[in-house]
């Protein structure tokens, strides 16, 4: 099994900055994928973005695109979301998921994610 939880959720202006952080413990060696999701009241989970093993291919959501970046140390089994010019819009719960696929493969498919987090509430106040 593996363990996944986020912090450094909170409040913040428009314009501002948050990173979140995403620590997993247990059976690691055995997730390649990490993925960064969010749902916002009354709507659907929604894809934020995925990093592979490596570091070295990540993907967006278009609409976070040159705000939000993905990073990961995997010496401390942590992945980071750093948010940048932050929107309301943005407001949401921040999950972070483990997958045991690539990043390619599991892309922005909740489905293909068999580990999550409790969840971080981020706002970003007008």
């Known amino acids: 099994q593996v363990q996944v939880a986020e912090s450094g959720g909170g409040l913040v202006q428009a314009g501002g900055s948050l990173r979140l952080s995403c620590a997993t413990s247990?059976?690691?060696?055995?997730?390649?994928?990490m993925g960064w999701f969010r749902q916002a009241p009354g709507k659907e989970r929604e894809f934020v973005g995925v990093v592979s093993r490596s570091g070295g291919v990540r993907s967006y959501t278009g609409s976070v695109k040159g705000r939000f970046t993905i990073s990961r140390d995997n010496a401390k089994n942590t992945v980071y979301l750093q948010m940048n010019s932050l929107k309301p819009e943005d407001t949401a719960v921040y999950y972070c998921?483990?997958?045991?696929?690539?990043?390619?493969?599991?892309?922005?498919?909740?489905?293909?994610?068999?580990?999550w987090g409790q969840g971080t509430q981020v706002t970003v106040s007008s």
């Open positions: 247990g059976r690691t060696f055995s997730i390649d994928a």
């Open positions: 998921a483990a997958s045991s696929l690539s990043a390619t493969v599991a892309g922005g498919n909740p489905r293909q994610y068999a580990f």
